[in-house]
């Protein structure tokens, strides 16, 4: 029996984010780019999470790994702009649910993908966007 993917893309964890998370492939889109590191988050892979961060805005390893650690429920993509296999620049809205010190909690982020050596990775974000 297959585990269905953290990212809630309804394909199995093998099929989807793992080969991101292990290195076998890179992820083809900005969106799945958001995906593979909100699985990341879930499985406590902060190396990935580190790599994928862009160079201009990665922080320090201690700083990702010193967060508090949340249980991480559920991811919802909102929308997407641009970031697709040929472009080099993309924007990805979420909502990821976690609980956290005995309480349910959100972050709803557009996040903003840049390529980078060929790769998509992760710059900064906007919490709580206006639509």
Same mark, same amino acid.
């Not at 993908?113 to 060929?118: H, I, K, N």
């Given at each position: 029996m =297959?585990? @269905?993917?953290p990212?809630?893309?309804?394909? %199995?964890? /093998?099929?989807?984010?793992d080969?991101? !998370?292990v290195?076998t492939a890179?992820?083809?889109?900005a969106?799945?780019?958001?995906?593979?590191r909100y699985t990341?988050?879930t499985q406590?892979?902060v190396?990935y999470?580190?790599t994928?961060?862009?160079? =201009?805005t @990665?922080?320090?390893?201690a700083?990702i790994? %010193?967060? /508090?650690?949340?249980r991480w429920?559920? !991811?919802?993509i909102?929308?997407?702009e641009?970031g697709?296999?040929?472009?080099?620049?993309?924007?990805?809205?979420?909502v990821?649910?976690?609980?956290?010190?005995?309480?349910?909690?959100?972050?709803?982020e557009?996040?903003r993908?840049?390529?980078?050596?060929?790769a998509w990775r992760?710059?900064?974000?906007?919490l709580d966007?206006?639509r």
């Open positions: =297959s585990t @269905r993917c990212c809630r893309s309804g394909r %199995s964890f /093998a099929r989807c984010c080969p991101y !998370l290195g890179l992820p083809p889109t969106e799945a780019l958001m995906r593979s990341a988050y406590g892979a190396d999470l580190r994928t961060w862009h160079s =201009s @990665r922080p320090t390893e700083d790994a %010193s967060d /508090a650690a949340p429920l559920g !991811l919802k909102l929308g997407t641009a697709g296999p040929e472009a080099t620049e993309g924007w990805v809205e979420f990821a649910r976690y609980w956290l010190d005995g309480r349910s909690l959100q972050l709803h557009r996040s993908f840049l390529r980078e050596d060929g992760y710059v900064d974000g906007v966007p206006l």
